[in-house]
């Protein structure tokens, strides 16, 4: 079994790729092990924190002006800012209230490894989907439910409630499992880590992408249209913030127009843990946005590959020591 664990962990990407492929050819699959999503949801969570030592990133906060403003513009700002676009684009009222969950959402547990893969701030990011994570039961109600009145079937406190146990089961998981094991043990055994990761993540794609198949052959302009718009509000929104920060530097033509941080920035931006939220909301809602939270796991896991090239261009000779993996600031 830890052999099979190991293999799986190695070959993460061809695993969730089954999973993909499972979801997609056999819909039924999905009905399955659907009642099982919140459980899902808290073990995904849990085992990106597992890794992540909060205390020692709590600790190492040396910079609280820059991450609180961070915060703001995150996870305040921008799901008004995307609400704005919404309504001026007369958006349907189901993608419109996904669009403001994904821009409402924090930024996904893998955002720190995905930003050291691109050699941007991975502390930072790490810093901002600790503390975001943290923030989404009190930010969420306030946003979905008081300030912007979006239909949702919860009260603000039902909400609120749902989401702290949520996130409180994933993060009392990892605490009791790093305790239990050891940080020693879980550095010497990250390959076992990442295979339970991905079997987990296998079976999540199994559930989310259930019956996307089946939608795609009766109604596929809805699929495109849905599609569109997970790709706007990951993608896009990722690029506007970089081209954005590339202009505000004002230097073209020498090799840098970027740094590791506003390019980290940008990627937490875009890249947001929305199927949290699939463990908090109403069933009737939850069945009602499955097909954007299908569709918008396709950016995410094509983002590695995508933005790598973009990064290589644009960071040019800016690269600094942070992208290395420094201690959080």
Not at 102 to 113: D, M, Q
Not at 211 to 233: E, F, H, N, W, Y
Request: glycine share 8%.
């Amino acid at each position: 079994m830890i052999s099979f664990l190991k293999f799986a962990g190695r070959h993460a990407r061809l695993v969730l790729a089954l999973g993909v492929m499972l979801g997609l050819i056999l819909p039924g699959l999905g009905e399955y092990v659907g009642p099982a999503l919140q459980v899902l949801v808290v073990l995904l969570l849990a085992t990106a924190m597992i890794r992540v030592d909060l205390l020692g990133v709590l600790s190492h906060l040396r910079k609280p002006a820059k991450i609180g403003s961070l915060l703001l513009m995150l996870m305040l700002a921008m799901p008004l800012g995307v609400h704005a676009i919404a309504t001026l684009l007369g958006l349907d009222p189901v993608l419109h209230l996904a669009v403001v969950l994904v821009a409402c959402a924090p930024p996904l547990a893998s955002a720190p490894s995905m930003a050291a893969l691109l050699k941007l701030d991975d502390a930072l990011v790490l810093n901002i989907m600790v503390l975001g994570t943290l923030m989404v039961p009190f930010t969420v109600p306030l946003i979905i439910l008081n300030i912007l009145d979006l239909p949702l079937d919860l009260d603000a406190l039902s909400l609120l409630g749902r989401l702290v146990a949520t996130i409180g089961a994933a993060i009392l998981t990892a605490i009791v499992v790093r305790k239990f094991i050891g940080n020693d043990r879980l550095r010497r055994h990250h390959d076992l880590m990442d295979g339970i990761s991905a079997l987990i993540m296998l079976v999540f794609a199994i559930v989310i992408m259930n019956g996307i198949g089946l939608t795609g052959m009766t109604d596929g302009p809805k699929v495109r249209q849905t599609l569109l718009v997970a790709l706007s509000a990951n993608w896009g929104i990722h690029l506007i913030l970089l081209t954005l920060f590339i202009l505000a530097s004002g230097v073209f033509g020498r090799g840098y127009v970027a740094s590791p941080e506003k390019g980290a920035i940008a990627l937490m931006a875009g890249n947001r843990n929305a199927a949290l939220f699939m463990a908090a909301l109403p069933a009737e809602t939850l069945s009602s946005l499955l097909l954007f939270m299908a569709l918008a796991q396709l950016p995410i896991y094509l983002t590695p590959l995508v933005a790598a090239p973009l990064y290589r261009a644009v960071l040019g000779k800016q690269r600094s020591d942070t992208s290395q993996g420094h201690s959080p600031s």
